[in-house]
């Protein structure tokens, strides 16, 4: 058994296809699958099926596959270890995006790059999906650091949360809409208002929609949701053309105006939009992702709406740490030896389209 063959297999399980795992590790895809084949002779049984149209993990490859992991970062630390005494920091850091934060509230391009050029012996890979699986991810160690939605104030089991926004959510509806009265414009609606309307909503799974969905049970009622999409200006085009009452952050009044929009304020309950940066409660398992780490922690929060310190805001503030992982510790301090590189950063898309087609503008509001 060689190391290569483990860090083979974990690859292709982690992209559920040869192709896209080899290409990740810049290997011939023939080579790859001979590897593993190798590796499943060694040991008497098969670790992946491959008959359906994706590549899954066996009941046998599951179990072996934290074993796979572990001993791939026992390899990576000895690495890292030796490389602290030359001052140079190596490895890999897996980052998730959630998606639609990508836009004006988080320029994860040019923070990862200005890591990437302080120190480019570390490989950053970024993808975009759902806050649900992301943070099955991170809890189980395929991710070492997310940007996702929370649908609780308090962080999820077995990770450790800075807060970066922090905001309500508002409905937004055509102008013709019923719920425009001049009281309602003025004072906002109670959530009951929209017991009997149709909803627009981020998918199940999505920070956001796990807040209304909360905020509706307080309010005695389940969301009846008409459409959902997970491009924000997909939401907001569908609203203005009358299909159903947006969620979603609240919007400055002329961006709800040029997108054709109008908003009101929700209360009684009022549901929260939450994103934050996450990590296991450990801490990221290596030097390179504690560094990348602490360069995300001090930045997102002047990135993010609500500005402020990280760790320095009273309740509800952006840049709240929340958990039981202390950021701080990871921050890049004056050892020179932590680093971010991305040669190839990846970006996997996991925006899906509406059920429904729809024209779209330019506006984008954060998406978890």
Not at 178 to 186: Q, V
Not at 199 to 208: E, H, K, Q, V
Not at 242 to 257: F, K, N, Q, R, S
Request: net charge neutral; hydrophobic share 45%; proline share 6%.
């Amino acid at each position: 058994m060689e190391l290569r063959q483990l860090q083979y297999f974990v690859a292709v399980v982690e992209e559920a296809n040869f192709t896209r795992a080899a290409a990740r590790l810049h290997l011939a895809q023939p080579g790859v699958s001979a590897q593993i084949r190798q590796l499943e002779r060694e040991l008497g049984q098969p670790l992946l099926d491959r008959s359906g149209r994706s590549v899954t993990v066996t009941e046998v490859g599951a179990a072996v596959l934290a074993h796979a992991r572990a001993a791939l970062a026992a390899a990576e630390g000895i690495r890292q270890t030796v490389d602290q005494f030359s001052g140079l920091l190596r490895g890999r850091v897996r980052i998730g995006l959630l998606s639609g934060a990508a836009g004006n509230r988080f320029d994860m391009a040019s923070l990862l790059a200005d890591f990437h050029d302080a120190h480019p012996q570390v490989e950053i890979s970024l993808t975009e999906d759902t806050s649900e699986r992301m943070l099955g991810e991170l809890q189980h160690g395929a991710l070492d650091i997310a940007v996702i939605g929370l649908k609780d104030e308090e962080p999820p089991p077995g990770t450790s949360c800075q807060i970066v926004v922090d905001e309500p959510l508002v409905a937004a509806v055509a102008p013709d809409d019923a719920l425009l009265t001049a009281g309602a414009e003025r004072a906002g609606i109670p959530l009951t208002a929209l017991r009997d309307r149709a909803l627009i909503s981020l998918p199940r799974g999505t920070g956001l929609r796990g807040a209304l969905e909360r905020a509706c049970a307080e309010a005695g009622f389940r969301p009846r949701i008409a459409f959902e999409a997970a491009a924000p200006h997909v939401l907001a085009r569908l609203a203005a053309r009358g299909l159903g009452v947006a969620v979603v952050p609240a919007l400055p009044a002329d961006e709800a105006a040029a997108a054709g929009l109008r908003t009101l304020e929700i209360t009684a309950p009022r549901p929260r939009g939450r994103v934050a940066l996450a990590w296991r409660a450990a801490g990221p398992s290596g030097p390179a992702a504690r560094a990348l780490l602490g360069r995300l922690c001090a930045a997102l929060p002047a990135v993010g709406s609500g500005g402020g310190t990280a760790g320095a805001g009273p309740a509800g503030e952006a840049g709240r740490v929340v958990g039981t992982g202390d950021a701080r510790q990871a921050e890049d301090t004056g050892d020179a030896r932590q680093a971010a590189g991305s040669e190839d950063t990846r970006q996997a898309a996991g925006t899906r389209n509406a059920r429904q087609p729809a024209a779209a503008p330019d506006h984008q509001a954060v998406g978890a």
